[in-house]
Every structure is written in structure tokens, then in C-alpha cells.
């Protein structure tokens, strides 16, 4: 198997870390995004959407996080997805929230317009976005703090499962813009354990190495 992805990459890093926490032996393939590899013919020949990651098995081709993930956690048998199938349908329904309120709210209105995205937006727009986001993204912190975390040690119960890595790659998007979780004791615990997982430093160095220097660019402002 292969995996195209760049660990600076939202959406690969929780592919990254459940491959390493797993074991699995999986080529990794980096697609330079910062170099616009993701735009190269070769690249989009193999998948015309020209995102990462993407995953090759043999003749079969998946892309997406979640799916991945999911594909990958069914295929080695872990228990990151349950094999019943009301548990399956929790972690399922948390993934899908994660990618649609959560990610709207959270990511693309508060942290992504930090790094001028979506594009093409003039810089006070990027600042009205985020003050949106800012306003609005605490319903959906509150959710995954009061309920989803209050009582339980992971997204989906007492193990992780694909939703953590998932998760866990969106909130700490808020380093980027040095976002204060203490009003989210349940998260910022959360966050901390997925952070103590052995798979976390050597997945995520190149993304705190980003953030390290997003911070010291907003305090010399």
C-alpha cells in the first residue's frame, strides 16, 4: 500500500498517526503541497482531484481522510472502528461531525483565514470571517466539551478511534491562531492524552514546527 500525503496536510496527519500507531506497513509517499505537488500532472493522472491523501492498494484507490481511515482500521482489525454496528454508527456520527459543523465553524472560519485561506479573499474579509467564526464556533467547542468529552475519556468511549485522530487533527488547528481553550477543561484533557499516544511526536513535528512559528510572527506583531 501507499499513501500520498504531506504531514503539514489537515486532513493526512490523522492517516499519518493512526498508520504509525498501528504498525502498518504502509509506503509513504509525500506530495510537497507548499511546492504544489498536489498540481502535478503525475500526481492529478493518479487523482484527478489533486488533494491529499489519497491511498493506493494495489488497483484499488481511495481518498478522503475519513474513508481512509476507516478503509485501514476495518482492513488490520483494530479496534479504532468497532465491528458492531451500533458502535460503528457512533464513531460514524461523530466523524461527520467533526468534517461538517465542526470543521465549518472551527476550521474554516476561525483558523484557516490565519493562513489566507480560502484564497482569493481580500484581507478584511479573512478578519470578518474570523470574527464570525469566533463568534460562532464556541457552540460547537461547548458540544464536544459538556457532552461528547464530558464523561468519557475519548470521542466515542473509554478507547480511541478514528474520530480521535480525526479530531485531534482539526482542533489543533486553534495553535495556528493561538486560540484559549481553557474555557474547554474536558478538550484541552482530551487533547493532552492524544498528545501523550507515542504516534503523536514523530506525526505532528512538522506541524508544531509551523505553529511555533505562526505564534512568535503574531507576538512580534
Request: aromatic fraction near 12%; glycine fraction near 6%; charge should be negative.
Amino acid at each position: 500500500m501507499k499513501l500520498y500525503c504531506d504531514p503539514i496536510s489537515t486532513t493526512s496527519r490523522p492517516v499519518l498517526m493512526f498508520i504509525a500507531e498501528q504498525g502498518l506497513d504502509v509506503e509513504i509517499v509525500k506530495v510537497d503541497l507548499m511546492a504544489g505537488g498536489h498540481q502535478d500532472p503525475e500526481y492529478l493522472a493518479l487523482n484527478p482531484n489533486g488533494i491529499v491523501p489519497f491511498l493506493v492498494d494495489g488497483d484499488f484507490h481511495l481518498g478522503e481522510s475519513a474513508a481512509i481511515l476507516k478503509y485501514l482500521a476495518i482492513r488490520s482489525h483494530s479496534t479504532a472502528y468497532p465491528e458492531h454496528l451500533r458502535a460503528q454508527m457512533k464513531v460514524d456520527e461523530v466523524v461527520s461531525w467533526l468534517s461538517t459543523q465542526f470543521h465549518e465553524y472551527f476550521c474554516v472560519m476561525v483558523c484557516y483565514p490565519a493562513l489566507g485561506v480560502p484564497h482569493g479573499m481580500a484581507p478584511q474579509q479573512h478578519q470578518e470571517l474570523m470574527a464570525y467564526g469566533r463568534e460562532h464556533a464556541p457552540r460547537w467547542l461547548k458540544v464536544l466539551d459538556q457532552h461528547m468529552l464530558a464523561d468519557q475519556p475519548y470521542l466515542c468511549g473509554e478507547r480511541v478511534s478514528i474520530a480521535d485522530y480525526l479530531g485531534l487533527s482539526f482542533v489543533l488547528l486553534g495553535g495556528l491562531v493561538s486560540f484559549d481553550f481553557s474555557p474547554y477543561p474536558n478538550i484541552e484533557a482530551w487533547i493532552a492524552r492524544m498528545q501523550a499516544r507515542p504516534s503523536y511526536v514523530p506525526t505532528y513535528a512538522a506541524f508544531d514546527t509551523m505553529v511555533a512559528f505562526a505564534r512568535g510572527q503574531q507576538q512580534a506583531a
